[in-house]
């Protein structure tokens, strides 16, 4: 594929900057700006990664008692114009934006799903067992949006906290299995979910992005960098991927 992308989405969680992480921000931004994509789904992310003033940013709020200055868990940054902030289930856990995108009015659903080990209110919550439950409401969640925007194209990106490829690196099939039936539910597809670790990454991807089946008919290709190389240094423990699309 030689012709440039008509729509560049990407998604990385960045392992929580700190406010005066100056080194490190600086990787993560050079990074950003390497990748060069339309659409960003920041997670785990900070104030301080900020991107150019010709992006827009909507933002999830911070969780008192654990957030540090800054900080927040989800952040959308689009250089396509932004029609919209649409409400989600949880405003400090998932933000979401309808964009005018090149291919057609779009929904951009940025989140992150729970890990393996949180233990939940009760503190009682057994091994993924919390994680299926935010599963089943991002499903619910989707589903209102789709049901509200019938006509849109629309996006999740998010830090998954699966790895989806089947090498069993962070993933659960029960979970794996919920999340793979509710993107069925929703006429989507997961086209992250490629064995990094084949292609000589150290490690899986736990971010993902899922697509409107209708967008799969374009050309899309994907891509990925380690957060962790021996050029770039340290940046984050996740890798990011992103996602290129054009019209066949």
Not at 63 to 68: C, L, N, P, T
Not at 78 to 100: G, N, Y
């Given at each position: 594929m030689n012709s440039s992308p008509q729509l560049r989405i990407a998604t990385w969680n960045l392992e929580r900057p700190k406010q005066n992480g100056w080194v490190k921000n600086q990787r993560r931004l050079d990074?950003?700006?390497?990748?060069?994509?339309?659409?960003?789904?920041?997670?785990?992310?900070?104030?301080?990664?900020?991107?150019?003033?010709?992006?827009?940013?909507?933002?999830?709020?911070?969780?008192?008692?654990?957030?540090?200055?800054?900080?927040?868990?989800?952040?959308?940054?689009?250089?396509?114009?932004?029609?919209?902030?649409?409400?989600?289930?949880?405003?400090?856990?998932?933000?979401?934006?309808?964009?005018?995108?090149?291919?057609?009015?779009?929904?951009?659903?940025?989140?992150?799903?729970?890990?393996?080990?949180?233990?939940?209110?009760?503190?009682?919550?057994?091994?993924?067992?919390?994680?299926r439950r935010f599963i089943q409401r991002h499903h619910e969640d989707w589903l209102r949006i789709q049901k509200q925007y019938p006509n849109h194209l629309m996006c999740v990106s998010a830090d998954f906290n699966q790895s989806r490829d089947q090498s069993g690196w962070y993933e659960e099939k029960q979970s794996v299995e919920m999340l793979s039936a509710a993107l069925h539910d929703l006429s989507m597809v997961c086209v992250t979910e490629e064995n990094l670790q084949l292609k000589g990454f150290s490690r899986s991807t736990v971010d993902h992005i899922c697509l409107s089946e209708r967008l799969i008919s374009h050309q899309v290709e994907v891509g990925a960098w380690e957060g962790t190389t021996q050029e770039d240094g340290k940046m984050s423990d996740h890798n990011g991927v992103f996602v290129d699309l054009r019209r066949e």
């Open positions: 990074k950003i700006r390497e990748i060069d994509a339309d659409v960003w789904v920041l997670t785990e992310t900070n104030t301080a990664i900020a991107l150019p003033s010709d992006c827009e940013a909507v933002t999830s709020a911070s969780i008192s008692g654990y957030h540090a200055a800054g900080e927040n868990l989800s952040t959308i940054w689009s250089r396509l114009k932004v029609l919209r902030s649409i409400p989600t289930f949880d405003p400090a856990w998932a933000v979401c934006a309808e964009v005018d995108s090149p291919l057609g009015a779009m929904i951009i659903y940025g989140t992150v799903i729970t890990f393996a080990n949180d233990k939940g209110m009760s503190g009682t919550a057994k091994r993924w067992e919390e994680h």
